[in-house]
């Protein structure tokens, strides 16, 4: 490792753990290398520790790798808890795809992500051989963020259609469905309700990946 390219005003900046300047990245005069010489499935590994306890909820890992396979089979972030003899927290695992795919296609750019919010002062990086070739991987840059970086990317699932009606007492419903309206069989939804004069409501759950349904009640009588 270098401190090449320190920013001076931020010098123990979470952000700038192995010492590059975290506004850019224009390529750092020194990557950390790791021997060659060591067997596939060789846990090579960075530990470093701030000056008082930080507390990270994102980080970027910059590593890069080549046709000759120069690529880690496996990546773990790890911190000590409070008190902690060993690295105890499992703060982030990831087994990146070969070749590496990039984020927003930017070489070296590998990771990007939220976590968990993790406070510690000690914190080692596990970067694992890749097999068959037995090629160390090449690593720019960790940067850790005090703060979450990226949008949560919410979802929206309907669990549950509800089909109501003004019924009429004494009167005999079906509910029914089917799939592709208007050229379809309509199959019964439920059994029949016997109108009272009120609003009547049937339901159907919808299941994860279900086809779209269509609704209707049909009165018997």
């Given at each position: 490792m270098d401190n090449y390219g320190r920013n001076p005003a931020t010098p123990y900046d979470i952000r700038n753990i192995l010492g590059y300047h975290f506004i850019s990245y224009p390529g750092e005069a020194y990557n950390v290398i790791f021997s060659d010489s060591t067997p596939s499935g060789f846990t090579?590994?960075?530990?470093?520790?701030?000056?008082?306890?930080v507390t990270v909820r994102?980080?970027?890992?910059?590593?890069?790798?080549?046709?000759?396979?120069?690529?880690?089979?496996?990546?773990?972030?790890?911190?000590?808890?409070?008190?902690?003899?060993?690295?105890?927290?499992?703060?982030?695992?990831?087994?990146?795809?070969?070749?590496?795919?990039?984020?927003?296609?930017v070489f070296g750019f590998l990771i990007s992500t939220d976590i968990k919010p993790t406070t510690a002062q000690e914190f080692r990086a596990e970067f694992v051989n890749p097999t068959p070739m037995g090629y160390a991987p090449r690593v720019r840059e960790i940067d850790g963020f005090g703060e979450f970086r990226h949008e949560p990317r919410a979802t929206i699932r309907v669990?549950?259609?509800?089909?109501?009606?003004?019924?009429?007492?004494?009167?005999?419903?079906?509910?029914?469905?089917?799939?592709?309206?208007?050229?379809?069989?309509w199959e019964p939804l439920g059994s029949v309700v016997v109108g009272d004069g009120s609003v009547l409501k049937i339901t159907d759950p919808v299941l994860p990946d279900q086809p779209r349904r269509f609704y209707r009640v049909r009165p018997l009588d």
């Open positions: 090579h590994f960075l530990e470093w520790q701030t000056p008082t306890p994102s980080f970027n890992l910059w590593a890069w790798g080549d046709s000759s396979g120069r690529e880690m089979a496996l990546f773990r972030l790890l911190a000590k808890s409070p008190g902690a003899t060993n690295f105890d927290l499992v703060v982030y695992t990831f087994t990146p795809s070969h070749p590496y795919q990039y984020v927003d296609g669990s549950e259609v509800e089909t109501s009606w003004q019924s009429v007492a004494g009167v005999n419903y079906q509910g029914e469905f089917c799939t592709n309206f208007p050229s379809s069989t």
